[in-house]
């Protein structure tokens, strides 16, 4: 008679973002029980996350259940569920409601967060841009502030609140202050009587000398000519001193705005700090060359959570081709254990960088190549149609994509939420 | 040398719904300045609010900004604001915010909300479906109802957690009802791996002793079989009696549950009351003929908040079709009046009613003929396409049904909002 099969290891995975869902995806098949646990119901497509914010996309088109994702896998369980803290001598991990989960491989992949680098006051004023809820909060005060400054008569208060600040040069805040003043000179113009929309100021500020550091002076210069053309404001070398309530403070200068955006940093989850092993500065863990917690090479750390050090260059920036080759990668050194064959060190492979500055214009880099201009742009809209998860939200982004183009006209600019009298 | 243009008299039209937004687009070009006020920004295709609840649908599906809709009607000017009352004998409208607004003619047309019978407490526990945000609670709901009997051991508590209650057996909740079940059959089961999705429950209530009780009794005997052919339980001639936490009363009996929908009545928006003249049992101001109001014929009330109790079987149902004849028909008085021509006393078209049971199945009366079966779904589909107010919904409405049809897997799956711990 044979053995009854043995019981598979539990492979728990925490966060449905790029880093997890690829390490999940690439367990399929293999004889371990995976269970993926994330505080959201959905697998979020977050470089197109400004988009949402912008009011072109709506969430379901970047936006699918990690369930439906995983339906097909028969060794994947999903667990709706926020994980609190792990212990990691006892191999489990206590989810905020009290429940356990126990594992015996671990793969933490649960991100980052916005972070004002201890100015927490500025929370409340200056949303950062991480979730759909974030998302949906950022277009509702965008699409609040045309309509107060449609209501204003003091000229003043209506430059105020005509005046939009974006902090952070980074693609995000690259590609939202191109695409907000896109709407302000594009799509709404018609819509009101007594605002010229057009003249709306979009103002990006960045503390370094230029925007879209990381993808090389060149392209740089390029992106601050693209965003200067169509009248964003860009703000170089002066970090943002104070954010109040109907203004910021840079340099000795005050601009007062009543709308906000930051996008200026992130700062990994606090999970990390949790583990009881070393941090960097914005609370990555330290990971081995093969992804692994020092001490621990049942446990993965990858995506925005780990600060994987062992390559040229310092840390790897926080983008999803590096969670998404790092969850494949820990995938993979978890399977060779398991077989007992040697992992593999991590080497990133970096494709590219690219950003759009609104409609028919980007910078873009691929390998030793750049773009600019509508090429880029192009490339741009062909790579994030294909990097979208599945073949659905290919289509229907397509498609809103074409409709938006053609018409100037983007489907989603509904204020929801709060009651409008809240603001 | 001529006369400077005469100032055009001022035409304040409360609500962007149905009736507010016909009489606006039936006074372009007219020598009037059309000043519209709604507390949203967008006009909701009402009648596909239920789409969104069952995750169809994205709320910029069935609803477009009211200044985009009015961009090209240059004597029509939008404001975002809520009417706190109206003095009829200055001709003034105060918003909450104190902002008043004045006008030569005034056209009511607020709507309606959802009403317990005096029984308030009920209302955080069993959400009606009258806006966006009441639709994404309800989604919301639905979803997490699911992931939380995925995480039950307790069978008991885990069936309590798979009981749906929807309460009133109107068009709303025959929908609902046969579209959650058929999520709950057809989308679900395949993304879940400890419960049986397709066996939950879904109860329609229904104090009356029929469903779709307007549609005449031959489809509402039709509609019930429908209903109850893809596992819906309706229970007919039995109010509700309470409505707990984890359960509702009907009759003798207690059915645990979680989640309970609120389809089973509504009352006129407060606003009518205020205005001191006589109102119906559910707060609709009694109009004149010619849907003015007594004493005022400067004053029409439209659509839900109208109670137009001049034609043969009393006042009329709340539905779209009245709304938009009623906008129309007052509209058209005001011009009579201006031009002074006699006004027309209003008169209904009943061009018939329909609601679907589900994937492929409805029932339909359009004047003496009745439908059921696909020929009705057909029909109600093309039918509700046609109805969407701009082309671009139209579209991508059409795309998306299409896509749900095909693969039972409408994409809106999307629990967002309160923080998943909270529920």
Redesign the interface.
Same mark, same amino acid.
């Given at each position: 008679m044979a053995d009854p099969d043995p019981v598979p290891p539990t492979v728990l995975i925490v966060g449905g973002g790029f880093g997890g869902l690829r390490a999940a995806r690439a367990l399929a098949g293999a004889p371990v029980q995976v269970v993926l646990v994330d &505080?959201?119901?959905?697998h979020l497509f977050q470089p197109l996350l400004y988009q949402v914010a912008s009011a072109t996309l709506?969430?379901?088109?970047i936006?699918?259940?990690i369930?439906?994702i995983l339906?097909?896998q028969a060794n994947a369980?999903?667990?709706? $569920?926020?994980v609190a803290s792990v212990d990691l001598d006892a191999r489990r991990a206590v989810l905020?409601?009290g429940?356990g989960l126990s594992y015996d491989f671990l793969i933490l992949a649960a991100g980052s967060r916005s972070s004002y680098f201890g100015r927490d006051a500025w929370a409340g004023l200056a949303p950062g841009l991480k979730t759909?809820?974030d998302a949906?909060e950022i277009r509702r005060r965008f699409?609040?502030t045309f309509?107060r400054a449609e209501?204003e008569e003091d000229p003043d208060l209506r430059r105020e609140w005509l005046t939009f600040v974006i902090v952070g040069g980074g693609p995000t805040g690259v590609e939202l202050a191109g695409t907000l003043k896109e709407m302000a000179r594009l799509t709404l113009p018609?819509?009101? &009587?007594r605002i010229r929309t057009d003249r709306a100021r979009v103002i990006l500020v960045e503390a370094g000398p230029g925007i879209l550091a990381n993808f090389g002076s060149g392209l740089s210069e390029k992106a601050l000519q693209g965003l200067e053309r169509i009248g964003v404001e860009v703000r170089l070398g002066q970090p943002i001193t104070a954010i109040e309530e109907h203004a910021v403070q840079l340099g000795g200068e005050r601009i007062p705005t009543r709308t906000v955006v930051w996008a200026a940093g992130v700062s990994a989850v606090p999970l990390g700090a949790t583990l009881g092993v070393p941090v960097d500065r914005i609370g990555r863990v330290l990971v081995e060359p093969d992804l692994s917690l020092p001490g621990h090479p049942e446990v993965f750390v990858v995506g925005d959570l780990a600060a994987f050090t062992h390559g040229p260059g310092g840390a790897l920036p926080g983008v999803a081709p590096v969670a998404i080759q790092q969850g494949i990668c820990a995938a993979g050194n978890l399977l060779a254990t398991l077989a007992s064959r040697p992992r593999q060190a991590f080497r990133y492979r970096d494709k590219g960088s690219m950003a759009t500055l609104g409609r028919g214009r980007a910078v873009a880099h691929i390998g030793r190549l750049s773009f600019t201009g509508y090429p880029a742009w192009l490339a741009w809209l062909f790579i994030h149609l294909m990097l979208l998860v599945d073949f &659905?939200?290919r289509?229907?982004v397509f498609?809103?994509w074409l409709?938006a183009y053609l018409?100037t006209?983007p489907?989603? &600019?509904?204020?929801? $939420?709060k009651?409008?009298?809240d603001i």
């Open positions: &505080r959201q119901n959905h709506s969430p379901a088109d936006a699918a259940p369930r439906h339906r097909d369980d999903v667990v709706l $569920g926020e905020v409601d429940r759909l809820e949906l699409l609040l309509e209501q018609q819509e009101f &009587r &659905r939200s289509v229907f498609f809103e409709w018409t006209q489907r989603a &600019r509904l204020i929801l $939420g009651k409008t009298r």
